[in-house]
Protein backbone atom coordinates (compact mmCIF):
# COMPACT_ATOMS: atom_id res chain seq x y z
CA UNK A 1 0.00 0.00 0.00
CA UNK A 2 3.06 2.48 0.74
CA UNK A 3 5.95 2.27 -0.86
CA UNK A 4 9.48 4.06 -0.22
CA UNK A 5 12.12 4.92 -1.82
CA UNK A 6 15.53 6.03 0.11
CA UNK A 7 17.86 7.98 -2.49
CA UNK A 8 21.58 10.18 -1.39
CA UNK A 9 23.74 7.64 0.00
CA UNK A 10 27.36 7.50 -1.38
CA UNK A 11 31.23 7.61 -0.59
CA UNK A 12 32.16 10.21 1.60
CA UNK A 13 34.98 11.26 3.38
CA UNK A 14 35.08 10.76 7.54
CA UNK A 15 33.94 14.23 8.57
CA UNK A 16 31.31 15.23 5.58
CA UNK A 17 28.10 14.92 5.20
CA UNK A 18 25.16 13.78 3.48
CA UNK A 19 21.34 14.19 3.01
CA UNK A 20 19.05 10.79 2.56
CA UNK A 21 15.52 11.50 0.94
CA UNK A 22 13.12 8.95 1.64
CA UNK A 23 9.78 9.64 -1.24
CA UNK A 24 6.49 8.14 0.42
CA UNK A 25 3.59 6.83 -1.86
CA UNK A 26 0.43 7.20 -0.19
CA UNK A 27 -3.06 9.30 0.45
CA UNK A 28 -2.23 10.07 4.40
CA UNK A 29 1.54 10.59 4.96
CA UNK A 30 1.18 13.36 7.03
CA UNK A 31 -0.44 10.37 9.37
CA UNK A 32 2.62 8.29 9.62
CA UNK A 33 5.43 7.95 11.97
CA UNK A 34 8.39 7.75 9.83
CA UNK A 35 12.10 6.56 10.96
CA UNK A 36 15.53 5.75 9.43
CA UNK A 37 17.19 2.37 10.76
CA UNK A 38 20.53 1.49 9.85
CA UNK A 39 21.85 -2.15 9.19
CA UNK A 40 25.31 -3.59 9.00
CA UNK A 41 26.46 -6.86 7.92
CA UNK A 42 25.97 -9.50 10.65
CA UNK A 43 24.02 -7.22 12.92
CA UNK A 44 20.61 -6.26 13.62
CA UNK A 45 19.16 -3.06 12.37
CA UNK A 46 19.21 -0.14 14.66
CA UNK A 47 16.89 3.00 14.98
CA UNK A 48 18.59 5.71 13.86
CA UNK A 49 15.92 8.94 14.13
CA UNK A 50 11.96 8.96 14.17
CA UNK A 51 9.67 11.43 13.81
CA UNK A 52 5.80 11.22 15.02
CA UNK A 53 3.00 12.74 12.98
CA UNK A 54 2.46 15.08 15.81
CA UNK A 55 6.38 16.32 15.09
CA UNK A 56 8.11 14.45 17.85
CA UNK A 57 11.60 13.82 17.40
CA UNK A 58 14.33 11.24 18.50
CA UNK A 59 17.53 9.89 18.20
CA UNK A 60 20.04 7.02 19.26
CA UNK A 61 22.45 8.28 21.22
CA UNK A 62 25.26 7.35 18.73
CA UNK A 63 23.92 10.31 16.54
CA UNK A 64 22.68 12.58 18.62
CA UNK A 65 23.75 16.26 17.70
CA UNK A 66 25.21 15.05 14.53
CA UNK A 67 22.33 13.54 12.44
CA UNK A 68 18.92 15.54 11.58
CA UNK A 69 15.77 13.81 10.24
CA UNK A 70 12.81 16.60 9.14
CA UNK A 71 9.72 15.26 6.47
CA UNK A 72 7.37 17.98 4.08
CA UNK A 73 4.06 16.82 4.15
CA UNK A 74 3.67 18.76 0.78
CA UNK A 75 6.57 16.56 -0.92
CA UNK A 76 5.22 13.02 0.75
CA UNK A 77 9.41 12.98 1.73
CA UNK A 78 11.16 12.77 4.65
CA UNK A 79 15.55 13.33 5.56
CA UNK A 80 18.02 12.84 7.38
CA UNK A 81 20.68 15.06 7.32
CA UNK A 82 24.49 13.67 8.55
CA UNK A 83 26.67 15.74 9.16
CA UNK A 84 30.58 14.87 10.92
CA UNK A 85 29.82 11.27 9.61
CA UNK A 86 32.34 8.52 11.20
CA UNK A 87 33.56 5.15 9.94
CA UNK A 88 31.40 3.55 12.06
CA UNK A 89 28.34 5.14 10.08
CA UNK A 90 29.13 3.27 7.67
CA UNK A 91 25.75 1.01 6.90
CA UNK A 92 22.61 0.43 4.58
CA UNK A 93 19.71 3.28 5.58
CA UNK A 94 16.64 2.27 5.45
CA UNK A 95 13.50 4.32 5.84
CA UNK A 96 10.29 3.00 7.22
CA UNK A 97 6.76 4.11 8.08
CA UNK A 98 4.23 3.46 10.82
CA UNK A 99 0.43 3.86 10.21
CA UNK A 100 -1.24 5.67 13.14
CA UNK A 101 -3.31 2.31 13.47
CA UNK A 102 -0.29 0.49 14.55
CA UNK A 103 1.11 -0.35 17.80
CA UNK A 104 4.12 1.88 19.17
CA UNK A 105 7.62 0.48 17.62
CA UNK A 106 6.32 -1.14 15.02
CA UNK A 107 6.93 -0.28 11.12
CA UNK A 108 4.23 -1.03 8.43
CA UNK A 109 6.87 -0.67 5.52
CA UNK A 110 9.89 -0.33 4.43
CA UNK A 111 12.35 0.94 1.71
CA UNK A 112 15.12 -0.91 -0.37
CA UNK A 113 17.77 0.62 1.37
CA UNK A 114 20.04 3.24 0.35
CA UNK A 115 24.28 2.83 1.07
CA UNK A 116 26.59 5.18 3.16
CA UNK A 117 30.07 4.33 3.28
CA UNK A 118 32.61 6.88 5.73
CA UNK A 119 36.12 6.53 4.25
CA UNK A 120 39.14 6.49 6.87
Known amino acids: QVQLAESGGGLVEAGGSLTLSCAAS????????MAWFRQVPAKERELVAG???????WYSDSVKGRFTISRDNAKNTVYLSLDTLKPEDTAVYYC??????????????WGQGTQVTVSS
Open 96 to 109: AARLRSTAKGRYDY
Open 26 to 33: GRSFSSYT
Open 51 to 57: INWLGGI
